[in-house]
């Protein structure tokens, strides 16, 4: 059975740090494109960055040069450095994980960031 635990989130002030972490459990992590989304109260949710199988990298424009995806195969984990971070990054956010060979897919339950002083 495959599950997602995401870790990590928190109350930080603006232009701080916090590393999001997914755990991953069963199979096929290596071959699945893993992502990190965000919902925001009363918006609908965005994708803020994507990982493929062998490293490739996608982000969206507004966390671009903020926030890093990277993953470790062997731990099965994936993790979001977020940096910079902005009032607007606060938001739900949610691990997603795509099997690149059965297209079957994957939410974690969400853990909460928020960026106030």
């Known amino acids: 059975q495959v599950q997602l635990v995401e870790s990590g989130g928190g109350l930080v002030q603006p232009g701080g740090s916090l590393r999001l972490s997914c755990v991953a459990s069963g199979t096929g992590f290596s071959i699945s494109v893993m992502g990190w989304y965000r919902q925001a109260q009363g918006k609908e949710r965005e994708l803020v960055a994507s990982?493929?199988?062998?490293?490739?990298?996608n982000y969206a424009d507004s966390v671009k040069g903020r926030f890093t995806i990277s993953r470790d195969n062997a731990k099965k984990v994936v993790y979001l450095q977020m940096n910079s971070l902005k009032p607007e990054d606060t938001a739900v956010y949610y691990c997603?994980?795509?099997?690149?060979?059965?297209?079957?897919?994957?939410w974690g339950q969400g853990t909460q960031v928020t960026v106030s002083s």
């Open positions: 997603h994980r795509r099997n690149t060979i059965t297209g079957l897919m994957y």
């Open positions: 990982i493929t199988n062998n490293g490739g990298t």
